[in-house]
Nanobody, 125 residues
Framework: QVQPVESGGGSVQAGESLRLSCKGS????????MGWFRQAPGKEREGVAS????????WYADSVKGRFTISQDNAKNTLYLEMNSLEPGDTAMYYC??????????????????WGQGTQVTVSS
């Protein structure tokens, strides 16, 4: 299992934007779905957005709907997360995965070998 590699995080002010990128094993249009996840200090890792490679349909957590957009570039085997109107509550380490577990238990079932190092997003008010 080759871990995904996330990039594009940074420190921004509230209201600004960032675009995260992800490449690696499992980040491919031949899979069923791919997703972005985040983990804030002291909190469980949670799903942020998913994209189903077959029809391109997407899912977003309520907290990011209307602000975040997940997309894929099949030619580059790259997954993106466009984040607009960032809020301090978006501060977390962001991870990608070539799977789309939804519940906390399902996400927790993916052991460390499946996750990359993540990319830190820090939003200040």
């Amino acid at each position: 299992q080759v871990q995904p590699v996330e990039s594009g995080g940074g420190s921004v002010q509230a209201g600004e934007s960032l675009r995260l990128s992800c490449k690696g094993s499992g980040i491919t249009s031949s899979g069923y779905c791919m997703g972005w996840f985040r983990q804030a200090p002291g909190k469980e890792r949670e799903g942020v957005a998913s994209i189903y490679t077959g029809d391109g349909s997407t899912w977003y957590a309520d907290s990011v709907k209307g602000r975040f957009t997940i997309s894929q570039d099949n030619a580059k085997n790259t997954l993106y997360l466009e984040m607009n109107s960032l809020e301090p509550g978006d501060t977390a380490m962001y991870y990608c995965l070539g799977e789309c577990p939804r519940s906390t238990a399902a996400i927790r079932a993916f052991s460390a070998e499946y996750w990359g190092q993540g990319t830190q997003v820090t939003v200040s008010s």
